[in-house]
Each structure stands twice: as structure tokens, then as C-alpha cells.
């Protein structure tokens, strides 16, 4: 059975920086698409970062600060997140697909405050 398990989130300042990380494990093949969600307080979740072979996207409210990586070797997946900002507050899912078949995390909570 595949399982997802985010860490690295907390409390950040305004202008900090953090990295998650979303290690997969119950399965020896890597993903074919990996992806990164964003719960803000309210709201529904939204996709924030994607990466599918050589290609990354992006939301618009992200873009060239947030970046997504990933680790063949230790199936893992990792978002690095720069300049933060208190919008940037929320529960941050991780979101794998193998094939058809998508798994997802429980969340890692970032909150973005002085």
C-alpha cells in the first residue's frame, strides 16, 4: 500500500524560508507525476507545484520563490519555499499519481507569521 508522509512545516517569519519534504513509501517504483496542494485557512485545496518528467508548473501566486524537486533514489518529493509570505499559511498536501491510480499525504501545517 502506498503512503505519503509530509513533513517540515511549523512556523515561519514573513521573508523566511522552509523546505518540505513528502517521503513515499510501500512501493519500489517512482511516481509518474508528483504534485504539491495548498489548503489556506477556508478555502479548498489548490494545486500549487507539478512535476511530471523534466516538466514544472506553477501557480501563479508561487511562481519564483516556491520550487518543486524530487529524489529518485530515496522517493521523495520536496518543495522549497522561499520568501514567505502570510498568504502562504496553510495546510500543504503532497499528491502522487502512478498511472491512473492517486495517493495522497495527510498535510503538513506552515504557518507564516511574526
Known amino acids: 500500500q502506498v503512503q505519503l508522509v509530509e513533513s517540515g512545516g511549523g512556523l515561519v517569519q514573513p521573508g523566511g524560508f522552509v523546505t518540505l519534504s513528502c517521503a513515499i513509501s510501500?512501493?519500489?517504483?517512482?511516481?509518474?507525476?508528483v504534485d504539491w496542494y495548498r489548503q489556506a485557512p477556508g478555502q479548498g485545496r489548490e494545486m500549487i507545484a507539478h512535476l511530471a518528467d523534466a516538466t514544472e508548473m506553477y501557480a501563479d501566486s508561487v511562481k519564483g520563490r516556491f520550487t518543486i524537486t524530487r529524489d529518485y533514489s530515496e522517493n521523495t518529493v520536496y518543495l522549497q519555499m522561499n520568501d514567505l509570505r502570510p498568504d502562504d499559511t496553510g495546510v500543504y498536501f503532497c499528491?502522487?499519481?502512478?498511472?491512473?491510480?492517486?495517493?495522497w499525504g495527510r498535510g503538513t501545517q506552515v504557518t507564516v507569521a511574526s
Open positions: 510501500g512501493t519500489n517504483f517512482s511516481p509518474d507525476v
Open positions: 499528491n502522487v499519481l502512478f498511472g491512473p491510480s492517486s495517493y
